[in-house]
């Protein structure tokens, strides 16, 4: 499957963007969908995941509250909605997929995107 992320940008602390990664080639309910995110010198890390049909969610602690993943099968997308976003969640953000069982490691995903760059200013 290719993923297409967008929606990123730059946003003062306290606002919200919502990021959207467009899914092609494969069915897209066959697929667990995560975000991830890597801000600059530190490792990628777990944002949110979702079940394939939608039923079940996860998020890192850190997000908890304020963002929220959500998923359209019928328009082969998924979304990260993000409000009262903070400076320290500055990063490029990744959608991946997985097509085995649901994972917070970043290395259990089998396709990713391009990534899209959230900046926070303070």
């Known amino acids: 499957v290719q993923l297409q992320a967008s929606g990123g940008g730059l946003v003062q602390a306290g606002g919200s963007l919502r990021l959207s990664c467009a899914a092609s080639g494969r069915t897209f309910s066959f697929f667990v969908m995560a975000w991830f995110r890597q801000a600059a010198g530190k490792e990628r890390e777990f944002v949110g995941g979702i079940s394939r049909y939608g039923g079940v969610t996860d998020y890192a602690d850190s997000v908890k509250g304020r963002f929220t993943i959500s998923r359209d099968n019928g328009k082969n997308t998924v979304y990260l909605q993000m409000i009262s976003l903070k400076p320290e969640d500055t990063a490029v953000y990744y959608c991946?997929?997985?097509?085995?069982?649901?994972?917070?490691?970043?290395?259990?995903?089998?396709?990713w995107g391009q990534g899209t760059q959230v900046t926070v200013s303070s």
């Open positions: 991946s997929a997985r097509r085995d069982m649901y994972s917070r490691n970043w290395s259990d995903y089998d396709f």
